[in-house]
């Protein structure tokens, strides 16, 4: 039976052991991220002038390189379609005479 208690003391104790590792890694972070963190801010603080270049040129291409995706699709729908002119005379005179010849219900 003092095994059993000898066993479970050791148990406690890596548990001990690994609860004071967690609590010394955690104090050692927070202690690194606050002595890192005017750092931090100063990158940032420097990077915002880059940030700002990125996104005009990226404003810029966009409003330069959208219209002509624009005219292109524009332009490439216009010959997929006017093959298909012909078509579309063809069914609107089938309709305008299927129409014609076709009787009015009649009013009750």
Same mark, same amino acid.
């Not at 967690?22 to 972070?29: E, I, T």
């Not at 801010?41 to 390189?65: K, Q, W």
């Given at each position: 039976?003092?095994?059993?208690?000898?066993?479970?003391?050791?148990?406690?104790?890596?548990?001990?052991?690994?609860?004071?590792?967690?609590?010394a890694?955690?104090?050692?972070?927070? =202690? %690194?991220?606050?002595?890192?963190?005017?750092?931090?801010?100063?990158?940032?603080?420097?990077?915002?002038?880059l940030?700002?270049?990125?996104?005009?040129?990226?404003? %810029?291409?966009?409003?330069?390189?959208?219209?002509? !995706?624009?005219?292109?699709? =524009? #332009?490439?729908g216009? !010959?997929?379609?006017?093959?298909? #002119?012909?078509? !579309?005379?063809?069914?609107?005179?089938?309709?305008?005479?299927? %129409?014609?010849?076709r009787?009015p219900? %009649?009013?009750?």
């Amino acid at each position: 039976m003092i095994e059993l208690l000898v066993l479970a003391a050791l148990g406690l104790t890596a548990v001990v052991c690994g609860l004071l590792f967690v609590c010394a890694v955690v104090v050692a972070k927070l =202690f %690194a991220w606050l002595v890192f963190w005017p750092l931090r801010m100063l990158g940032s603080l420097l990077m915002l002038p880059l940030v700002f270049v990125v996104a005009l040129v990226g404003l %810029a291409l966009v409003l330069v390189v959208l219209p002509l !995706l624009f005219l292109g699709a =524009f #332009i490439l729908g216009a !010959l997929v379609l006017v093959p298909l #002119i012909p078509l !579309l005379l063809l069914g609107l005179l089938l309709w305008l005479l299927i %129409a014609l010849v076709r009787k009015p219900a %009649a009013a009750h």
